[in-house]
């Protein structure tokens, strides 16, 4: 399975960005897939997850109600729609995929290589 995540940048805070992860290999399709961070002196971090389905999502208190994940399996991409960005929320973003939905990062196998989100005060 390989990973590439895109859609990272500078946005003011308020502001919204999205992000993709584009899936490749021949099951990519069925795992569930998250996404982390890391922010600059910091531990990574989860953010959000989706089943294979895209039925069930699980999201960290920090971003609930202010970052969606979902997923296309047709494109075999999964985004992250974040609005009301806050400085704090400045790190490099990271998709991963894993056999089951979970928070650990230790229970993802595949991982992208990451793109920058910078939110500016």
């Known amino acids: 399975v390989q990973l590439q995540a895109s859609g990272g940048g500078l946005v003011q805070a308020g502001g919204s960005l999205r992000l993709s992860c584009a899936a490749s290999g021949r099951t990519s399709r069925n795992y569930a897939k998250g996404w982390f961070r890391q922010a600059p002196g910091k531990e990574r971090e989860f953010v959000a997850a989706i089943s294979v389905s895209g039925v069930s999502t699980v999201y960290a208190d920090s971003v609930k109600g202010r970052f969606t994940i979902s997923r296309d399996n047709a494109k075999n991409t999964v985004y992250l729609q974040m609005n009301s960005l806050k400085p704090e929320d400045t790190a490099v973003y990271y998709c991963?995929?894993?056999?089951?939905?979970?928070?650990?990062?230790?229970?993802?196998?595949?991982w992208g290589q990451g793109t920058l989100v910078t939110v500016s005060s």
């Open positions: 991963a995929a894993a056999s089951l939905l979970g928070r650990a990062t230790s229970g993802y196998d595949y």
